[in-house]
């Protein structure tokens, strides 16, 4: 997009409100979003946050400043559509991929916008865990996807598409959603639902509870479970906890079904990534890409 990225700074803040969570889903510094805001600030002629200790909130002109963002950017992408549309792209098949987290509740929504914006497009989707996706990838299945985890294959092209936060969440009725926040060391008491071996959710997981002190070993695991469905299920109807992508519980925690658990000191990110076999560039392929990026929070 061509916008100010100053603006997409400000909306990016304004929906995570925390500036630390901000650069790391835009793949910036702390000291980076603070000059942002401020030159906004600035130009503009308002403050945007209010300070709260170590919390923030919107101002009645940042709330203003919100809503008309939100309006720019679905223009943007509009006008984006429209100009794609001028290149060329008249029909075609793309064959698309996605490891499940992705497959589930971050791209079914913009396949159908897709769809919407570029109807003589066919596309088919691929689903497995990310090695599976990667895999199709190299034998040349598919040609691009999305993926979570950490592996990096020299055949495979990687590129940036959004921050995931992993949180620590129970059923909201539970004895553990009392405690908003617990000590790492307190996380060894808790009974947990874990995601099955080979996951890459957890042996993201894993090296980022070793990274604070926790080994593996030390986990009180009640069960592993093979889908971030059945684990939610799991959870409404048991005392535990569980790690999950912020992206796969927005309804849960909307209907105040699930909480989530703070461990103070403790974050536990990945980077959803497209990836494409390397030396291998298409403009359908490419097309989605950026699609992906325009519309990606933009609602």
């Not at 919407?116 to 996706?133: K, L, Q, V």
């Not at 909201?172 to 908003?180: D, I, M, N, P």
């Not at 494409?276 to 950026?290: C, H, I, T, V």
Request: glycine share 6%; net charge positive; hydrophobic share 40%.
């Amino acid at each position: 997009m061509i916008f100010d990225f100053r603006l997409k700074v400000f909306y990016t803040v304004s929906q995570k409100l925390s500036f630390t969570k901000a650069a790391s889903e835009l793949f910036i510094t702390q000291p980076a979003v603070t000059k942002h805001i401020n030159e906004l600030e600035q130009q503009l002629g308002v403050g945007l946050f209010k300070r709260h200790g170590n919390s923030i909130s919107l101002t009645p002109a940042g709330q203003i400043v919100v809503q008309y963002a939100q309006q720019i950017f679905q223009t943007y992408a509009a006008m984006e559509n429209a100009l794609a549309q001028l290149q060329s792209v008249a029909s075609g098949t793309i064959r698309i991929g996605a490891s499940t987290t992705l497959a589930q509740y971050v791209l079914p929504r913009i396949l159908a916008l897709f769809k919407t914006a570029h109807p003589a497009i066919h596309f088919t989707f691929s689903i497995g865990n990310s090695e599976f996706i990667e895999q199709q990838v190299m034998t040349e299945k598919i040609d691009i996807a999305v993926v979570e985890g950490n592996s990096h294959h020299p055949q495979i092209m990687y590129e940036p598409f959004v921050k995931d936060e992993i949180v620590l969440v129970t059923k909201a009725s539970s004895k553990w959603a009392q405690k908003s926040e617990i000590k790492p060391a307190q996380l060894v008491t808790i009974p947990l639902v874990l995601r099955e071996y080979g996951s890459g959710t957890l042996d993201v997981i894993y090296k980022a509870l070793l990274k604070a002190g926790i080994p593996p070993k030390d986990l009180k695991t009640e069960i592993q479970l093979e889908s971030t469905e059945s684990i939610k299920q799991y959870l409404l109807h048991a005392d535990c906890a569980a790690f999950l992508s912020i992206h796969s519980i927005a309804r849960e925690l909307g209907q105040n079904e699930l909480s989530i658990i703070d461990i103070k000191g403790v974050g536990i990110y990945r980077t959803f990534q497209f990836i494409q076999l390397q030396g291998q560039s298409a403009r359908l392929p490419d097309l989605f890409r950026r699609f992906c990026l325009s519309h990606y929070n933009f609602k």
